[in-house]
Nanobody
Framework: QVQLVESGGGLVQPGGSLRLSCTASGFTFSLYSMSWYRQVPGKERELVASISGTGGNRNYADSVKGRFTISRDNAKNTVYLQMNSLKPEDTAVYYC?????WGQGTQVVVSS
């Protein structure tokens, strides 16, 4: 079955960086677009970034453009989210999505 496992979250100071990883199994990874979402309590889950199967097409939420970069390694069945210049408002649980499935989420806290 499809399985998505995120890692890389944690506590970071404002202005810092983190790299999230999501490793997929159970489907032909390179054939599917992958996305990162985030959610804070009381709010809807929002799309942060997405990447096409080949990696040639990437899209970002306006709030993260120029700070976050999504990438993928199809040989490793893994999608990444490099997050730079982090702000307190980036604090959320970050979820990987692919083939209509969700990972368990990884918590990111940006605080001094």
């Amino acid at each position: 079955q499809v399985q998505l496992v995120e890692s890389g979250g944690g506590l970071v100071q404002p202005g810092g960086s983190l790299r999230l990883s999501c490793t997929a199994s159970g489907f032909t990874f390179s054939l599917y677009s992958m996305s990162w979402y985030r959610q804070v309590p009381g709010k809807e889950r929002e799309l942060v970034a997405s990447i096409s199967g080949t990696g040639g097409n990437r899209n970002y939420a306006d709030s993260v453009k120029g700070r976050f970069t999504i990438s993928r390694d199809n040989a490793k069945n893994t999608v990444y989210l490099q997050m730079n210049s982090l702000k307190p408002e980036d604090t959320a649980v970050y979820y990987c999505n692919g083939k209509l499935q969700w990972g368990q989420g990884t918590q990111v806290v940006v605080s001094s």
